[in-house]
C-alpha cells in the first residue's frame, strides 16, 4: 500500500515525466464503442441459446446474483481453448479481479498460525499484501534466471517443517512474472509439479501475462500439466480484455471435505469465502466479458494478437536502446546491466548504487523518467541495487524517450 501511494504521490508531482511504474494494459488497445456490442452480444446469447425471458434478462442484469458468477461455462470454454485446461464450470469461481481470487484462496488454505505461505523472493505485492491483511506467514524462496529454484524450494519446505511449521501454498508466476519477467522452463514446471505432489504442497498459479511472448513460444501451464489436482489457477481479464470491468476467476477443481464430512470441491468453499467479501461478481461486468469471450470464439489468445504485437514491439525497442546507449564496454564500466525476458511487461535492471525513493524522486524531477525500486518486490529484504521497468502502457516513442532519459542518470557520458 505504501508503495502505490508512493508512485502515485511521484506521478502526479512530476506528469511529464515518462513512467516505466505502472503495469496497466495500453489505453489505446481499448475500444470504448465496443462495450455495447459485447454487452448486446451476452443479452442475445442469454435469449437466444439459453431462452431466457426478457424478466430473467433483467434480473440476471440488475440484481444481485450467483456468489460463484455466471460466466463459468464460457471460462471453461476459453481455458480449454487457450490454454488446454479441462476445467469443469463447477470448478470455476468468477472474482471482482485475480486480487480477490488469491484473497479467498488464501482465507480458504489456511487455518492456523502454523500454516506458511511460500512466495518466490522477489514477488508480486498483491500476494504479500493479501497474506498481510489475512495475518498469514509468509516466507520467501530465492528465484534464480529460470524462475523459482526448485533445490532452494525442497530446502526451504525441510527447514520449516523442522521447526513445527506447515507450508501450505506456493505463490508462483511462471510466464513473465512480475517483477522481474522470468518465464520457467517446461522441466522447470514439471520439476516442480513433481517437488508439490512429493512434499504435499499446493501450487497457486497466477497467469496474467501468459499470452504476450516475445519469442512466439508458450509453455504450457501449471495447471494444463496438473494431472495431480495439485493447482490452483488464478486468472483474470485484465491484461487480455480490460480491467475496468474487473473480472477475473479461479479454477480450484480438488476435492476437500467438509465439517460435517461431505465431499465437495475447493470452488464451492471459496464461494462461501466469497458471499462474506463482495457477495458477487457485477453482473454488467461479466455480461460484457462474456460478450467478448463469445464474439472472439471463446478463444483470447487469438483475439490479443494485436496486444501481443504491441507489447513485443515495446519490450524489443526497450532492449535496442538499452543496448545501444550501453553497449557492452560501456555498461560493464558503468556497472549497469540487466535481463532480457522472453515476453510480459517488466525488466529488470541492476545498477551500482541504491535505486532507492531519494533516487527515484531525483530521477523524475531532474531527468523526466520514473521507474520502480526493486526493493518493493523482496518480502526478506533485497533488491536494493535494481530498479523495475514497466514498457506496457507506453508507446514505443515514449519507451525509446524513456530509455534515453534513464540512461542519461545511469550513465550521464552515454547520451552525449
Known sequence: MEVMNFLNEIT?????????????????????????????????????????????????????????????????????????????????????????????????????????LLVSSPCYVGITGAARLLDIETVPVPEGEDGIDPGALRRTVTTLRAVGKRPRALYVVPDFSNPTGTCLTLAARRRLLELAEDEDLLLLEDNPYGFFTRTGTCRPTLKALDSQRRVIYLGSFAKTCFPGARVGYVVADQQVQTRDGRCTLLAEELSKVKSMVTVNTPALSQAVIGGMLMTHGYRLREASKAATDFYRENLTVLLDCLERLLPPSRREAAGVQWNSPEGGFFLTLSVPFPADNALLEESARDYGVIWTPMSYFYPDGGGRYQMRLSLSCLTPDQVAEGARRLVSLLDPSATR
Open 12 to 116: 502526479s508531482r512530476h506528469p511529464e515525466a515518462i513512467s516505466f511504474g505502472p503495469g496497466r494494459p495500453y489505453e489505446g488497445l481499448f475500444e470504448v464503442e465496443r462495450i455495447g456490442e459485447y454487452l448486446d452480444a451476452y443479452i442475445r446469447h442469454l435469449c437466444d441459446n439459453l431462452g431466457r425471458t426478457r424478466e430473467e434478462v433483467r434480473t440476471l442484469l440488475f440484481q444481485y446474483g450467483r456468489t460463484s458468477g455466471h460466466l463459468q461455462e464460457l471460462v471453461a470454454r476459453t481455458l480449454r481453448n487457450d490454454e488446454g485446461i479441462q476445467a469443469g464450470p463447477e470448478s470455476i469461481v468468477v472474482t471482482v479481479g485475480c486480487q480477490e481470487g488469491m484473497f479467498i484462496a488464501l482465507r480458504a488454505l489456511f487455518a492456523g498460525p502454523s500454516d506458511v
